[in-house]
């Protein structure tokens, strides 16, 4: 059983735990970057990495597709989908990893699916977004559509601040992403699912409004409610994702919770510390379930 993580740096905490994981199954893993794929049309083989056939593969998993031009974003993606056709199990799907890493569309399909979600504007124009953030009552998130981690997310409150800001956002040609920003005790619940459950969760607890552990927040332990963990699990399903972290914040003004968004390549190193459950192990038994 031959199975290929997608990966740019082979000593990533992440990569190393899967890869542990598939030996300790039995399985063949190889570690490729995405922008290493060779594709042939009418020769074989017609996926390979450094002379190495990948269409073979009884599955992958992909752990990062790395930014670039649009050119070199489309086929990576491309690539991806035509492994699936060609039989390999891909994880997450393509599909799912689209609409997931574009934040308007996961607001959309969220929306459509009946799961709560912030009050949201996207548009080109600065005149729009101007109305938007009046409209959101003066305090909102601006977020780039495409992006991760919480890099580039910037809370604006102050009008003359918010003409500032997009009019250097209309300077580069930007698109305006607009969101409600949500009063959360600076603390947020990051749900893992893998399928159809919750294998994990925590609290994410910051000195500031952002919390991801990127940016400073800390994991503590944290016990799932059942309406967040059906909720989260539907969120997957309507976004098409096998695996994800679902972002979960609660009102601090009321009983009120907004799924914000979901992450197509989570990592899960801050989840682990709080739980005892090998991640990493429940990431590839669901994978080899789906291709044995």
């Known amino acids: 059983m031959k199975v290929g993580i997608v990966a740019s740096?082979?000593?990533?905490?992440?990569?190393?735990?899967?890869?542990?994981?598939?030996?300790?199954?039995?399985?063949?893993?190889y570690v490729f970057p995405v922008t290493r794929l060779l594709s042939k049309v009418g020769a074989k083989p017609r996926a390979s990495v450094k002379g190495h056939a990948v269409d073979d593969f009884d599955a992958v998993i992909v752990r990062k597709v790395p930014g670039g031009s649009a050119e070199?974003?489309?086929?990576?993606?491309?690539?991806?989908?035509?492994?699936?056709?060609?039989?390999?199990?891909?994880?997450?799907?393509?599909?799912?990893?689209?609409?997931?890493?574009?934040?308007?569309?996961?607001?959309?399909?969220?929306?459509?699916?009946?799961?709560?979600?912030?009050?949201?504007?996207?548009?080109?124009?600065?005149?729009?977004?101007?109305?938007?953030?009046?409209?959101?009552?003066?305090?909102?998130?601006?977020?780039?559509?495409?992006?991760?981690?919480?890099?580039?997310?910037?809370?604006?409150?102050?009008?003359?601040?918010?003409?500032?800001?997009?009019r250097t956002l209309e300077m580069i040609g930007s698109v305006y992403y607009i969101q409600e920003y949500i009063p959360h005790r600076n603390e947020d619940i990051r749900a893992f699912v893998i399928g159809?459950?919750?294998?994990?969760?925590?609290?994410?607890?910051?000195?500031?409004?952002?919390t991801n552990i990127s940016s400073g927040g800390e994991a503590k332990p944290y016990?799932?409610?059942?309406?967040?963990?059906?909720?989260?699990?539907?969120?997957?399903?309507?976004?098409?994702?096998?695996?994800t972290g679902v972002d979960i914040l609660k009102s601090e003004r009321s009983d009120d919770f907004y799924v914000i968004e979901l992450n197509s390549t989570p990592g899960w190193e801050g989840?682990?510390?709080?739980?005892?459950k090998s991640i990493s192990d429940q990431v590839v038994d669901h994978l080899l379930n789906k291709i044995r």
């Open 9 to 29: 740096e082979r000593e990533e905490w992440h990569i190393q735990r899967l890869l542990e994981s598939l030996k300790r199954r039995g399985a063949e893993a």
């Open 72 to 166: 070199q974003v489309f086929y990576r993606m491309d690539a991806l989908h035509r492994l699936e056709e060609m039989g390999v199990y891909v994880m997450n799907p393509p599909d799912g990893i689209e609409r997931s890493v574009d934040k308007y569309y996961t607001s959309a399909l969220l929306e459509s699916a009946g799961i709560p979600t912030p009050k949201t504007v996207v548009t080109e124009k600065f005149n729009e977004a101007m109305e938007a953030f009046s409209d959101l009552d003066g305090d909102v998130v601006v977020k780039p559509l495409f992006g991760s981690l919480g890099f580039g997310m910037t809370r604006v409150n102050d009008e003359d601040i918010a003409y500032r800001v997009f």
């Open 196 to 210: 159809d459950k919750v294998v994990a969760s925590m609290l994410r607890k910051a000195e500031r409004w952002k």
């Open 223 to 243: 016990r799932l409610e059942e309406k967040l963990a059906e909720v989260s699990v539907r969120a997957s399903e309507a976004v098409g994702l096998e695996y």
């Open 271 to 276: 989840l682990q510390s709080v739980t005892e």
